[in-house]
C-alpha cells in the first residue's frame, strides 16, 4: 500500500495560485479548529469547574480557578470517601476485555468470512451487517431477561458479555474491508511453506491487521467507556459500578454534589487516554510496504 | 530433485474450462519453461502444481506419487511469487526461516540453511532488515532464498522477473541460469518472455488456449515449429507470415503463389499438399536479407528503421498486404521511404497448411 496522502506535489506556476492554496489551507484549518474547540469546550469546563468552590461555580462558571476560588475538595470528596478506585477498576476490567475480545473475534470472524467459502458466509455477513444497523439497546429487556435467568446480573460478566455483541459487528465490517486489501500472494505463499490455517491467520495476518484492529480498539472502546445503559440496567449493583455509574451518587434528587461530580468525570477522562495514545500509536499506515510491489 | 508428470490435467471454474487436458513429463532436474500469451492457462497451471487451486480431473505425480490432493507442503514444492510475497513484518532471516521453523528444524540448523541460502544469492548481508527497506532485485532474491532453504523438490516461478527492470532482469535471468545449475534443481518456470524462455529452459512448453501447443528444446522450437502459433511467438520481432496459394507441390519442394504476386519457393515436404491449396508461409526478419539475386525476392518501401547497433530492424510495405520486417546488419544505411529490395532462400522459410500446421522442413544438415 503506498499511502502517498501528503506527497502533492504542487506544481508552483503562478502566485495567485499558491495565495488561492493558501487560502483553501486557511479555511480548512478553520473549520477544523472551529469543530476542536466546540469538541473540546466542555471537557475544559469541567477540568477548570472541578478545581473551583462551589460557589465560584455558580458564580462564574467560565472564569479560570484563582488563589481564592481554588478548591480541591471535590477530589478529596471522590478520592477518599467514596469507592472511585473500584468503580475505575470495574470500567477499565470491562472496557479491556470487551475491546479485546471484540478484536480477536471480529479479527477472526472477518478472516473466516472474506477467506473462506462456506455454507451460510453471506448469511452471516448479512446479520452481521444487522448487527450495525439495530442498536443493541432495543433489545435491552430481553438483553436483562437473558441475563436474569443466567444469573449474571451485577457481575462484569454481563458488561463484557453485551459489549462484545454490541462492538463486533462494526469490527468485522473494518476488519473485513482491510483484510480484502492484504495481497493473496501472502496468504499462498504461507501456504506454500506449509503454514496451518490457525498460524497463518496469526503470524501472517494478524500483524498486519494492526492499523485497523487500533481503529476498531477506539471506535470500540469509547462508548464502552462512556456507557451508563447497560450498567444501570446490568450491574448496579455497589461491587459491579463502573466509573460511569459511579459518579452518579454524586447527582442527588435534591443536592447535587457538583464539585464530587466534575471531579470524577476529570479523573473518569485519564484513563480513557491512555489507553486511546496506546492504540492510536498503532495506527502506522504502510504496514504492508514492501510485501509486494 | 524429483520428476513431475502431468496426466490429462484438467481445471475447471465453474462451467468454464480453463485447461483441457495437459499431459506432460518433466524430468529429474530439467528446467521446463511455460510460455503462451496471457490467459492460456500457464499460470493455473503452476498453482495446479502448486497445490493452491483444486485438479479438476487427471493426475499429478512428484516422484511417482499422487499428489492431487495433498497440500502444497507435504508435495515438496517451493513457489516464488511475481510479486515476491514477503511477509512484510518479518526480517530478511525470519521470512527465510519461517518455513523451516513451522517444519520444526533446530535453531542451529535454521541458521546454517539461511545463511547458506543468503550467502549463494549475495544477500547475507541483508538479513536483518526489512522487505521494505530493499530494492525490487533484492526483494526478489529474498523470495527466492525462502524457496532455497526448504530443500523442495520442485522450484516453481510465476514470472519472477516482470516486476523488475530491464537490466536487472538481465542480470537476474544470469543468475537464475546459474542457479540452476548449481542446485541441479526440477524448476518449472512461468513467462510470457520468449527472450527469458529460451535463455534459461532446457524444455519450453508453448500454451495457448488451455492446451500446450507444442512443447521441446528451444532451438528445436524456433527451428522446426509445429503451429503457426508457436512459429510467430517464438522469436522477435515476430515471424513474417504472408497468405497464398500452392501452384506446384512435391516432396522436394513448394512453390507458393503469395497474395502480393510474388512467387515463392520453400524447401518443405509438400507431398501432402494439391496445387491451389491456400497455404501461410512464414518467414523469419533475421531470414530475410538484403539482395536481388535470391530465390524468392520482395520489394517495398521502408516505411520504419529501429537501429539496434548490432542490427537494425527494416520495417517495409508494399501498399498491397504485404507488411514485412527483415533484420540486417547495423552498418547497413537505409533511408525511411526508400525502395528496396530483399528476399529469402528457399530452405530459409516455413510453409503451413489452412490448419495452421507446419509442413516438414526439408533442412540441409
Known amino acids: 500500500m503506498k499511502a502517498l496522502f501528503f506527497d502533492r506535489s504542487q506544481p508552483a506556476t503562478g502566485g495567485w495560485q499558491r495565495g488561492a492554496q493558501t487560502g483553501k489551507a486557511l479555511a480548512v484549518h478553520a473549520v477544523l479548529l472551529t469543530y476542536t474547540v466546540i469538541a473540546l469546550f466542555p471537557i475544559l469546563l469541567v477540568l477548570i469547574n472541578s478545581l473551583k468552590s462551589r460557589k465560584a461555580i455558580f458564580r462564574d462558571p467560565l472564569g479560570l480557578p484563582s488563589l481564592d476560588t481554588l478548591n480541591l475538595g471535590g477530589f478529596e470528596q471522590v478520592l477518599l470517601r467514596s469507592d472511585f478506585g473500584l468503580y475505575a477498576c470495574n470500567s477499565l476490567v470491562v472496557t479491556i476485555l470487551a475491546v479485546g475480545l471484540v478484536l480477536l473475534l471480529g479479527a477472526m470472524a472477518a478472516w473466516a468470512l472474506t477467506e473462506y467459502r462456506f455454507r451460510g458466509n453471506l448469511l452471516l455477513a448479512f446479520l ?53 486489501t492484504i495481497p493473496k500472494e501472502l496468504k499462498e505463499a504461507a501456504r506454500c511453506d506449509g503454514i496451518s490455517e490457525y498460524k497463518i491467520f496469526f503470524a501472517v495476518i494478524l500483524p498486519l491487521l494492526r492499523p485497523a484492529m487500533a481503529t476498531v480498539a477506539v471506535f470500540t472502546m469509547i462508548p464502552i467507556w462512556n456507557d451508563l445503559w447497560f450498567p444501570l440496567i446490568l450491574a448496579p449493583g455497589e461491587e459491579s459500578r463502573t466509573i460511569t455509574l459511579g459518579v452518579q451518587q454524586f447527582v442527588g434528587q435534591y443536592v447535587t454534589d457538583w464539585n464530587a461530580v466534575l471531579s470524577s468525570l476529570t479523573l473518569a477522562i485519564v484513563p480513557v487516554l491512555v489507553l486511546y495514545l496506546i492504540f492510536s500509536r498503532q495506527l502506522i499506515r504502510g504496514l504492508t510496504a514492501g510485501a509486494v510491489k | 530433485m524429483a520428476k513431475v508428470q502431468l496426466k490429462n490435467l484438467q481445471k475447471r471454474f465453474n462451467d468454464v474450462k480453463v485447461l483441457h487436458g495437459i499431459d506432460l513429463d518433466i524430468q529429474h532436474g530439467e ?49 516464488v511469487f511475481q510479486s515476491y510475497a514477503l511477509y512484510p513484518h518479518m526480517s530478511v532471516f525470519k521470512n527465510m526461516a519461517f518455513g523451516l521453523k513451522i517444519a520444526g528444524a533446530s535453531k542451529a540448523d535454521m541458521q546454517k540453511k539461511v545463511e547458506e541460502a543468503a550467502r549463494k544469492l549475495k544477500i547475507d548481508h541483508l538479513l536483518h532488515r526489512l522487505p521494505r527497506e530493499l530494492s525490487g532485485g533484492q526483494r526478489q532474491r529474498v523470495a527466492i532464498g525462502r524457496a532455497i532453504v526448504r530443500d523442495p523438490k520442485v522450484f516453481l516461478f510465476d514470472e519472477p522477473l516482470s516486476n523488475l527492470d530491464a537490466s536487472l532482469r538481465v542480470q537476474t535471468r544470469v543468475e537464475l541460469g546459474k542457479l540452476h545449475q548449481e542446485l541441479g534443481a526440477t524448476i518449472v518456470y512461468v513467462t510470457h518472455d520468449q527472450v527469458e524462455a529460451m535463455t534459461l529452459g532446457d524444455k519450453i512448453v508453448v500454451m495457448n488456449g488451455g492446451r500446450i501447443e507444442q512443447c521441446g528444446a528451444p532451438l ?146
Open chain 2, 31 to 79: 528446467f521446463v519453461v511455460l510460455v503462451g500469451e496471457s490467459g492460456c492457462g500457464k499460470s493455473t497451471l503452476l498453482r495446479l502444481l502448486a497445490g493452491l487451486e483444486e485438479i479438476s480431473d487427471g493426475e499429478l505425480l512428484i516422484d511417482d506419487v499422487v499428489v492431487n490432493h495433498q497440500p502444497p507442503a507435504k508435495r515438496g514444492i517451493a513457489m
Open chain 1, 128 to 180: 452481521f451487517a444487522m448487527g450495525i444497523m439495530i442498536p443493541i439497546r432495543l433489545g435491552t429487556v430481553s438483553i436483562l431477561n437473558l441475563m436474569v435467568q443466567l444469573h449474571l446480573v451485577n457481575t462484569l460478566t454481563a458488561l463484557v458479555l453485551v459489549y462484545i455483541a454490541q462492538g463486533l459487528p462494526l469490527a468485522v465490517y473494518i476488519l473485513s474491508e482491510f483484510i480484502r
Open chain 2, 220 to 365: 528445436s522450437l524456433y527451428h522446426h515449429p509445429k503451429t503457426l502459433f508457436v512459429a510467430q511467438f517464438i522469436g522477435s520481432p515476430k515471424m513474417n507470415v504472408l497468405a497464398g496459394q500452392v501452384q506446384q507441390a512435391s516432396a522436394t519442394g513448394v512453390s507458393v503463389m503469395l497474395e502480393c504476386g510474388v512467387l515463392a519457393e520453400v524447401a518443405v515436404d509438400g507431398s501432402q499438399l494439391q496445387s491451389g491449396d491456400p497455404v501461410s508461409l512464414g518467414i523469419r526478419p533475421e531470414h530475410l536479407s538484403l539482395g536481388t539475386e535470391l530465390p524468392t525476392c520482395f520489394a517495398g518501401e521502408v516505411t520504419l528503421t529501429e537501429e539496434l547497433g548490432e542490427a537494425t530492424y527494416v520495417y517495409t510495405s508494399n501498399g498491397a498486404g504485404q507488411d514485412l520486417v527483415l533484420k540486417v546488419d547495423g552498418h547497413e544505411e537505409i533511408a525511411v521511404h526508400s525502395q528496396i529490395r530483399f528476399g529469402f532462400k528457399a530452405g530459409m522459410a516455413h510453409l503451413f497448411d489452412k490448419d495452421g500446421m507446419a509442413l516438414p522442413r526439408l533442412l540441409k544438415s
